[in-house]
């Protein structure tokens, strides 16, 4: 679990990736916020308002790549976020080199359930 904020790029997803991976192997679930200075001190905001302990579905890079008229894509990075009842929500995009986003992880417990 991160409390400094981390830079949220293709470069530390693998960092990304095992944070996660890590919550959820403690049975928790992960959350995120991402913030648009490297002290975390400002959240980035998205339509559904300020992108701060979301709940994390998933996430993925995309390395760069040529497209169709031949010119190089940078890399980046999405995540899918759910609502409070584990539903999709929305996603979020941040490109290298054009996007500066930093990121810290926190966990939320599973409510158990009786039968």
Not at 7 to 32: E, H, V
Not at 35 to 43: E, I, L, N
Not at 52 to 59: D, F, K, L, Y
Request: glycine share 6%; no cysteine.
């Amino acid at each position: 679990m991160s409390t400094t904020p981390i830079a949220l790029n293709s470069s530390n997803y693998a960092g990304l990736d095992t944070g996660i991976q890590d919550i959820l192997k403690q049975g928790k679930r992960a959350l995120i916020t991402i913030s648009t200075d490297s002290a975390g001190s400002t959240v980035a905001s998205d339509t559904h308002g300020t992108i701060a302990n979301r709940e994390v579905m998933s996430i993925s890079f995309t390395a760069s790549y040529k497209d169709s008229d031949g010119n190089d894509t940078n890399p980046f990075v999405v995540i899918k976020f759910a609502d409070g009842q584990g539903q999709f929500v929305d996603y979020f995009t941040t490109v290298d080199y054009v996007d500066d986003h930093w990121y810290s992880l926190s966990t939320k417990d599973i409510p158990s359930k009786t039968f």
